[in-house]
């Protein structure tokens, strides 16, 4: 009986004393840190840009806005066309034969500054008695008077009259392009049309006035 418990305790014994042989533990093995890597190079920092955009200020003048400022062109009256020199002038009536002296007109032309007729401009005149307030007429479409005649008839008889008859042009736009001319008629048979002539005028700064044309009114 001894002899089985000394062996029973013996194997117990040994199966104690290699019990760490047999079953070791699992020692996780300590993690070491990573070397570090330090850089000889200094770390890059972000640098500000050394220029800057800025928006380029537009030029000033200091003279406020420049605005343009339209000359006058003249020193004269603003009108285009003039009387001519010497008119008005009065004459007998000779482009209605029959009517003689039954008759009372105003007829003329219109010139430009090269002497020429000008055609298409409309004649008015006014201050008639117990007539419209006027009358008119386009010149270029009686050539008994040159070739940019016109002719408005103001009675059937002379009369004397004083500044009372008015004539003026309207340009083809309608525009009046010239003052009220004023003239005075007679009751005489010889002086019963009245010739009533304009030229253009020049009306630039140190422009002399254009010369009278030489074109007669009547044949």
Known sequence: MKTKMTVAFLILSLSILSSCDI?????????????????????PTLLSPSATIQNTPTPTNSQGEITATV????????????????????LENFNHPVKGCQWMGVAGQVFDLQGEARLGLTIRVGGLKDEPDFLEATTGLVIAYGPGGYEITLGDSPVDSSQTYWIQIIDEDGTVITEKYYFSTYNDCTKNLIVLNFVAEDISVNKAPAATPTVPAYP
């Open 23 to 43: 079953f070791p533990y699992v020692n996780q093995p300590t993690p070491q840190p990573s070397p570090s890597v330090t850089s000889t190079q200094p770390s």
């Open 71 to 90: 000359e006058p062109t003249s020193t004269q009256t603003p009108s285009p066309y003039r009387m001519q020199a010497q008119n008005p002038f009065y």
